[in-house]
């Protein structure tokens, strides 16, 4: 069984390959890069861009691969009056078309990160986590949820249990019988 994974980040790609082989055997797994692609938000500075984002990854991903499984995995960030936050959305599609999402959880974000970002568009939030960590490319390590929880809990962790949970309309029999 084929997957795509949208992303060539190595993070991603863990979390995906853990998360589908807890319910596939026989895997093939392709990482795609997007890095050249004009058409995405450096930074997704809102629930529905981050959103928006992962579905996009996929629609393209469908477009020029063929495979079994799509699976988008973007992280981004809120800011409403509550505070700013980090946010994360999974997209995934089977070869049939159907899309199932998950996602949308939020960790609090100091609002001075926030206003940084908002303010130079070249920056990533991995960017600021770098300078402030004094670490290199922590996105494709433990990422800002690490560095936030003192490694308590890991980026690959938060997208296995979204890719997981968005794996639920092709893998749970109750799912599928209550679908009907």
Known sequence: MKTVICSENPVKIEAAK????????????????????????????????????????????????LADFYVSMEGGMERDKYGAFLTWFVCISNAQGELSIAGGGRMPLPVSVYNELEENEELELGDIMDRISNKVNVKQKGGSTAIFTGNRIMRKDVFKREVIIALVPFTSSVFKEMKK
């Open 18 to 65: 853990e998360a589908f082989s807890s319910f596939f055997n026989d895997l093939e797994f392709q990482p795609l890069n997007f890095n050249n692609q004009s058409s995405f938000f450096k930074q997704p500075m809102s629930s529905k861009q981050t959103l928006d984002s992962a579905v996009k990854r996929v629609r393209i991903a469908k477009r020029t691969e």
